[in-house]
């Protein structure tokens, strides 16, 4: 008897489920992100009541507001003009702010910066291939790489609340993009075999699914920090463990939040490509006096690694 074949819950059918069980006990949760996930609550329209901690996505476009982050933007942009695609990068980050309907924010910039950071070392990485975006905020670093190259398909995991504003702000810029959360293994393989997929996203206590797909490139931007150790070790796990031949890894973090930067099982095996202090993530701006602030060093000082991680194949 044939059976019938798997299919992936898509689109808004997808984002309707994860905000059904936004606020559903999930075993990967921090006691830290366990008080704060409390704090707001989240819309089908991606409006986030109350008070996050995900970051800025400030949607006032005005000629205004856009001036002011551009004027207090200028000093941070010096701290990756090492990057030969910064500029290029930037104006794609521009284009897809605009589309995601809100302002081009330090925390976009940010992103900005870290995917002129990977296309310098591994430029081929952002260009096709199976990416990973591990605690994404509001899906900012997956919109980049769905922008940057229509051959790439992104992969999101992220705690449940938080994995609806990811697919609700992509969903905004790309709503011709099939998005699909997967469940269980025959959810991922039905994934991985449609090409017109281009995101999959998977719910954090759901996390050791990933293990199945190729992933040539992972990224994580300051969402580590508030995980418990054994939580990043499964993540670690999974990056070496993952059947693509090499999985390079972009790693962004306080040196201590709930976990310690430098407690990460990181390997001497591991090739690293860029690694120490994170400059523009020890900047910021605001609007008052003296605008630019720099972030306090010791176990807030905010570190970044880039490197090929020793893989573990079978």
Not at 40 to 60: A, H, I, M, P
Not at 80 to 96: I, M, N, P, W
Not at 171 to 196: G, I, S, T
Request: charged share 25%; aromatic share 10%.
């Amino acid at each position: 008897m044939a059976t019938e074949p798997v299919s992936c819950m898509l689109n808004d059918d997808a984002i309707r489920y994860l905000l059904a069980h936004a606020d559903d006990d999930e075993s990967s949760t921090s006691d830290y992100w366990n008080e704060h996930k409390q704090w707001f609550g989240v819309r089908e329209d991606g409006t986030v009541d109350g008070y996050s901690v995900l970051g800025n996505v400030n949607e006032k476009q005005s000629p205004l507001h856009d001036l002011a982050h551009r004027a207090l933007q200028f000093p941070l942009k010096k701290l990756a003009r090492q990057y030969r695609s910064l500029d290029a990068c930037e104006r794609l980050g521009r284009r897809v702010a605009k589309r995601r309907g809100h302002l081009f924010t330090y925390d976009t910039l940010r992103h900005v910066f870290t995917l002129a950071l990977i296309r310098e070392y591994r430029p081929a990485l952002t260009e096709s291939g199976n990416v990973l975006v591990i605690g994404d905020g509001f899906g900012i670093m997956a919109s980049l790489l769905l922008a940057n190259s229509p051959d790439t398909r992104v992969f999101l995991v992220n705690l449940t609340k938080s994995l609806s504003l990811d697919m609700i702000y992509i969903k905004r810029a790309f709503p011709d993009v099939d998005a699909a959360l997967v469940r269980d293994d025959a959810e991922m393989r039905a994934a991985l075999d449609n090409p017109e997929i281009r995101v999959v996203a998977v719910q954090a206590d759901n996390a050791a699914l990933l293990q199945n797909a190729p992933l040539h490139l992972a990224v994580n931007v300051v969402s580590m920090q508030e995980m418990d150790p054994p939580v990043v070790a499964a993540y670690f796990d999974v990056l070496r463990k993952n059947p693509a031949a090499t999985t390079a890894f972009y790693c962004c973090n306080r040196r201590y939040k709930v976990s310690n930067f430098e407690e990460y099982p990181w390997r001497e095996g591991d090739d690293v490509l860029e690694d120490g202090i994170c400059e523009w993530s020890q900047h910021y701006y605001t609007a008052r006096p003296p605008f630019l602030h720099k972030r306090a060093y010791g176990d807030k000082v905010v570190l970044h690694r880039f490197a090929e991680l020793e893989k573990d194949h079978a």
